[in-house]
């Protein structure tokens, strides 16, 4: 147990936001240990998830009146950013229950978050049930909840479920029948429900990103939040869910930085076209690491940046707050997907054929940013950047911006 936290139970409950960064470094440490033997034989990372969420960081954005630290999102950023420079599959695992833990702030009643909040600060992780496969769009949702009694059943498959595989609750996006999307926070353990480990991407490979399918499970009419009503208002549940995405961008960014200096510092081999033997004399390495530094604090001052526009908005909601932080966290993702790719790609320039041997494991890096940016088109997001400060045309309410 660390020693910068209060336990409750064995889970250990955090207090401030200068708690919640000593533990992160903490946990971070810890989980970097074996991030090379998960990636290259993926194993999923049970204990280290247990250790994760009994630190107590699952629960910092739980409000204070519930008990809870109620972290800024400039704190919350550098957590899941920390977390993900010391593996990245470990920093995306908790991105959908942060986000469940915002729409239930948004949209839940006063009962719903005594309960839901109470379990998060007991340990309990949740997952997500959100993307379908097969859909015209990807907004699109077939997954059906019908009434059944004073409850409700539901019926349909799922993909992309990102931390199902490890939750006690899987938020699940749920078309009721009068057309309206809700979010049933399910318990994983219910009858008929069946999460399938199929998620074989060549990066983030433990992040357990497969398949939940709903056979007529129940849920109880407690355990319904509005989700709909989310987007037709100015809420911070977009910007929110996005934040947490630059985030882990810049810790994977980090991380592919970090290990790039450590490679080139502690190696040398022929520098043909310098002549020298060592590359940390060779002008180009050095104009390499300057490119990168410069854009990856770039990156780490934008998060900082989006987490200051965002509390804003969470503190005073209006069209005003809610587009400026969507608009700043739009910015933080655009370059976090820019260094992140470039910072592990160039980790390959500066280190050479070495650094692609399988016991280096420095490939992860670049697969991790990959696949992670590769979640919502990011060319977007420069239109919706540019259509805000060129037009004062303010972004469209959804999740992806």
């Known amino acids: 147990m660390t020693h910068s936290a209060q336990p409750h139970g064995d889970v250990a409950v955090i207090h401030t936001d200068a708690q919640a960064l000593v533990v992160a470094e903490e946990i971070a440490t810890l989980l970097r240990q074996d991030s090379l033997l998960r990636d290259r034989e993926r194993q999923l990372p049970y204990p280290e998830l247990s250790l994760f969420s009994r630190s107590g960081l699952w629960g910092i954005s739980v409000p204070k009146a519930f008990g809870?630290?109620?972290?800024?999102?400039?704190?919350?950023?550098?957590?899941?950013?920390?977390?993900?420079?010391?593996?990245?599959?470990?920093?995306?695992?908790?991105?959908?229950h942060f986000y469940a833990l915002e729409v239930l702030r948004v949209n839940g009643s006063a009962e719903q978050q005594q309960r839901l909040y109470g379990e998060v600060l007991a340990g309990r992780r949740f997952g997500n049930a959100l993307a379908e496969l097969g859909t015209k769009t990807a907004h699109d949702r077939t997954t059906a909840l019908s009434?059944?009694?004073?409850?409700?059943?539901?019926?349909?498959?799922?993909?992309?479920a990102t931390g199902a595989l490890y939750a006690q609750r899987i938020p699940t996006s749920v078309i009721d029948e009068q057309?309206?999307?809700?979010?049933?926070?399910?318990?994983?353990?219910?009858?008929?429900?069946?999460?399938?480990?199929?998620?074989?991407?060549?990066?983030?490979?433990?992040?357990?990103?497969?398949?939940?399918?709903?056979?007529?499970v129940y849920v109880a009419a407690e355990d319904v939040v509005p989700f709909h009503s989310a987007f037709e208002r100015p809420t911070p549940v977009g910007p929110l869910a996005q934040i947490l995405h630059a985030a882990i961008d810049t810790g994977i960014a980090r991380a592919a930085y970090e290990d790039a200096l450590q490679f080139v510092r502690t190696r040398t081999r022929p520098w043909i076209d310098s002549g020298l033997d060592n590359a940390t004399d060779d002008p180009l390495t050095l104009k390499s690491f300057?490119?990168?530094?410069?854009?990856?604090?770039?990156?780490?001052?934008?998060?900082?940046?989006?987490?200051?526009?965002?509390?804003?908005a969470q503190a005073e909601t209006n069209a005003e707050t809610v587009a400026a932080a969507s608009i700043a966290v739009a910015e933080a993702r655009a370059i976090s997907t820019e260094i992140s790719l470039a910072?592990?790609?160039?980790?390959?320039?500066?280190?050479?054929?070495?650094?692609?041997?399988?016991?280096?494991?420095?490939?992860?890096?670049?697969?991790?940013a990959r696949v992670h940016t590769l979640?919502?088109?990011?060319?977007?997001?420069?239109?919706?950047?540019?259509?805000?400060?060129?037009?004062?045309?303010?972004?469209?309410?959804?999740?992806?911006?």
């Open 343 to 368: 910072a592990g790609s160039t980790l390959f320039e500066l280190a050479g054929s070495q650094a692609t041997l399988a016991e280096h494991g420095l490939d992860r890096h670049w697969r991790n």
């Open 290 to 312: 300057g490119h990168l530094a410069i854009r990856l604090h770039a990156s780490e001052a934008l998060l900082e940046r989006a987490g200051e526009f965002l509390d804003r």
């Open 68 to 96: 809870g630290a109620g972290v800024s999102n400039v704190t919350l950023a550098k957590v899941i950013a920390r977390i993900a420079q010391a593996d990245a599959s470990l920093g995306q695992i908790p991105q959908n």
């Open 375 to 401: 979640h919502d088109p990011v060319r977007w997001k420069y239109h919706a950047i540019g259509n805000y400060y060129l037009n004062d045309e303010n972004p469209p309410l959804r999740g992806t911006i």
């Open 179 to 216: 057309g309206r999307q809700q979010l049933a926070f399910v318990p994983a353990d219910n009858a008929g429900l069946t999460v399938i480990d199929d998620w074989s991407g060549f990066g983030q490979r433990t992040t357990g990103s497969g398949s939940v399918v709903f056979d007529n």
């Open 147 to 160: 009434r059944d009694g004073a409850g409700y059943r539901i019926n349909g498959r799922k993909f992309y």
